[in-house]
């Protein structure tokens, strides 16, 4: 059975109710008010219900024409996204972008750069991937995604961007036996204690067969609530942690030396002719804008 209604008649009594009156809805609508008029008498005669009454100057939704509009609402939104794609189907432009992301890569930025481009493109799909740091590689040479943030810089310097470096710091919690030991603190000395690091599953069965007392998770986040437990030390970045260090929850470590580890991120092509491609390109325009204004 086909529908009494119409998407079109929808769109209609949509226009009205966000600008008034049937004058400006034909003038947004590019019709003629007569049109208009003719929609929403047709919608609400085979609906059978009142939707719109005039409130002053201004034709408001009734009780029963809010709450059937709120219905419609997603479906009107819906099919403008459908015919947005068609019509870049018909330009020859992509539907979808495939990111991978370091774990390490500030979320913040990420989100930012991420919202600038759905505004621009709300057509294209974007899949994104968090991988680890030793994940990189071999999906950087499959080919697995169209642009990567990654610590990985190709052997060609020109298929690449610096983006930003993430600063790591050793921490430990206030409890901490190694915040007892006269500062500062030597390699030995850190070396008596576990190290929390963050590892991919491969290397977490290498870590197995290490001879320092290491503690291996496969998220930033799982590595800081141990260290912040205090299962031990770790090496982690210092945007994460920022909060956990200005409430007291962790505290730096007084190293002898190296009390700074920076961790350089790019921005990578999956293929070299992905550059001129103008969605991938906009992504990659606003992830460089939003590191640059960091």
């Keep these: 059975m086909l529908p009494a209604t119409t998407l079109e008649q929808w769109a209609v009594l ?37 939707l719109l ?16 509009l709120a219905q419609v609402r997603p479906l009107l939104k ?24 370091d774990s390490v890569f500030p979320k913040e930025l990420l989100f930012a750069a991420l919202r600038g481009f759905q505004q621009r493109h709300p057509a294209v799909k974007l899949h994104v991937t968090e991988v680890l740091r030793t994940e990189s590689e071999p999906l950087l040479a499959a080919h697995e ?12 310097p020109a298929a690449s961007d610096f983006l ?36 991919d ?8 067969a290490h001879p320092a007392s ?9 590595a800081i609530e141990a260290v912040a437990r205090g299962v031990g030390y770790g090496w982690l970045p ?15 470590l007084p190293l002898a030396t190296q009390r700074l580890r920076k961790t350089p991120l790019y921005l990578v092509y999956g293929d070299e002719s992905l550059s001129l491609d103008p969605v991938v390109a906009t992504l990659a325009a606003l992830i460089r804008g939003v590191c640059s204004e960091r």
Excluded: C
């Excluded at 099919?79 to 495939?98: C, K, P, S, V």
């Excluded at 995604?145 to 990985?152: E, P, R, S, V």
């Excluded at 599953?201 to 197995?208: A, C, D, T, V, Y």
């Excluded at 210092?238 to 730096?252: A, E, K, N, S, V």
């Design 78 to 101: 819906n099919f403008g996204e459908i015919e947005m794609r068609a019509r870049g189907l018909q330009a020859g432009e992509r539907t979808a972008l495939t990111l991978i992301v």
């Design 14 to 50: 949509q226009a009205i109710v966000e600008t008034g009156s049937y004058a400006k809805a034909a003038e947004q609508l590019h019709r003629s008010q007569s049109s208009v008029s003719y929609a929403v008498a047709a919608l609400q005669q085979r609906l059978g219900v009142t």
């Design 53 to 68: 009454e005039l409130r002053g100057r201004r034709a408001a939704l009734t009780v029963a024409g809010e709450s059937l």
């Design 214 to 222: 290491l503690w291996s998770f496969t998220t930033i986040d799982a």
């Design 164 to 199: 930003l470096s993430v600063d790591f710091i050793a921490v430990a919690e206030p409890g901490h036996a190694l915040h007892a030991v006269e500062p500062p603190l030597s390699a030995a000395q850190l070396d008596a204690h576990p190290l929390v690091v963050i590892a």
């Design 238 to 252: 210092l945007h994460r942690i920022q909060p956990l260090l200005d409430d007291g929850r962790l505290r730096r």
């Design 201 to 208: 599953r491969q290397l977490q069965r290498l870590i197995k």
């Design 145 to 156: 995604a169209d642009l990567y943030l990654i610590t990985q810089r190709p052997d060609d």
